[in-house]
């Protein structure tokens, strides 16, 4: 059973940073793609930030400079620090895992800047 749980969501000020963290279960954690997905009401799904198996990272235009994902595969576990938020960057943040067909979800973590 494959299992992505996030964690490290909340209320931050504008400005302000936090770190979001995604433990795996079940898949073979250095083999596949992890990435991080947002969404808000009414709006699709969209990346925000992937990290390959090797290691290159990809980020969304808007949170480049910003936002980092690392990927620690002893621990089975994906990072995403958001640093200098924004109230645009509110919306709920989803783990994922990719590889071939094989595509997982977890169950959201929400991230909430004030202005």
């Known amino acids: 059973q494959v299992q992505l749980v996030e964690s490290g969501g909340g209320l931050v000020q504008a400005g302000g940073s936090l770190r979001l963290s995604c433990a795996a279960s079940g898949i073979l954690f250095s083999t596949y793609r992890m990435g991080w997905y947002r969404q808000t009401p009414g709006k699709q799904r969209e990346l925000v930030a992937d990290?390959?198996?090797?290691?290159?990272?990809n980020y969304a235009d808007s949170v480049k400079g910003r936002f980092s994902i690392s990927r620690d595969n002893a621990k089975n576990t994906v990072y995403l620090q958001m640093s200098s938020l924004k109230p645009e960057d509110t919306a709920v943040y989803y783990c994922n895992a990719k590889l071939g067909w094989s595509n997982f979800w977890g169950q959201g973590t929400q991230v909430t800047v004030s202005s």
């Open positions: 990290i390959s198996s090797g290691g290159s990272t």
